[in-house]
């Protein structure tokens, strides 16, 4: 079992949808969790970063974290075809030598029609 | 904001030489850099780990002596593919961060191809 799994996708959605995305993960000492969102040939751009269990918003994004259940989302209100790209969750505990590494899910590729 | 600037994006050299490829933190000091590499629809396979004035941390199955990995200051870091093969042909992308418990930025990636 890999520490953080999350579909690949493709997930296809129409332009105005609500897009939900997911990570869920094994190891309970992850501590902070992180979206980003990859366009093709570039490198991942940092969406939101969070720490706690919860919700946190930034504008049409929406990131939750529930640590009970070792899982988190990632929520996009009214999706637009420039956000057809791939996301990845990420999340980072202290490794032995104390360094927090982060740990990469494979990302979800989603594609937002007109 | 946060910049990472990665340079080249695009590469292509001869197999048996050496590929240099900065990564650069424009507007903050990054006390860690990390390394990638990504084949494609591939999610991101962490290479190394280099702390500023510190020998870098490889994982593992990455060759040290093959991937060097320099973090000479606290915004630049380089990765040198030495006497590179086509199978090292890769998207590789750096990250740089603050300190810990920070979040990661990415630079833009290096698209290395050799022939």
């Known amino acids: 079992q890999k520490e953080v799994e999350q579909d690949p996708g493709p997930l296809s959605v129409p332009e105005g949808a609500i897009v939900s995305l997911n990570c869920t993960y094994s190891?309970?000492?992850?501590?902070?969790f992180m979206w980003y969102r990859q366009y093709s040939r570039k490198g991942p751009e940092l969406l939101m970063y969070t720490y706690s269990s919860g919700n946190k918003e930034d504008g049409r994004f929406t990131a939750q974290v529930d640590k009970s259940s070792k899982y988190i989302s990632l929520f996009i209100r009214d999706s637009q075809p420039s956000d057809s790209a791939t996301y990845l969750c990420a999340m980072s505990a202290p490794s032995t030598g104390g360094s927090y590494i982060p740990t990469f899910g494979r990302g979800t590729s989603l594609i937002v029609h007109p | 904001g946060a910049v990472v600037s990665q340079h080249p994006s695009r590469v292509i050299c001869k197999s048996g030489t050496s590929v240099k490829i900065e990564c650069r933190s424009l507007?903050?000091?990054?006390?860690?850099m990390f390394w990638y590499r990504q084949f494609p629809k591939k999610s991101l396979m962490l290479m190394a780990t280099s702390n500023e004035g510190s020998k870098a941390t490889y994982e593992q199955g990455v060759e040290k002596d093959k991937f060097l990995i320099n973090h000479a200051s606290l915004t630049l870091s380089t990765l040198t593919v030495t006497s590179a093969h086509p199978e090292d042909s890769s998207f590789y992308i750096c990250?740089?961060?603050?300190?810990?418990?920070?979040?990661?930025?990415f630079g833009q990636g290096t698209r290395l191809t050799v022939v």
């Open positions: 507007d903050f000091q990054a006390t860690t």
């Open positions: 190891n309970s000492a992850f501590q902070y």
């Open positions: 990250s740089a961060r603050r300190q810990e418990r920070t979040e990661a930025f």
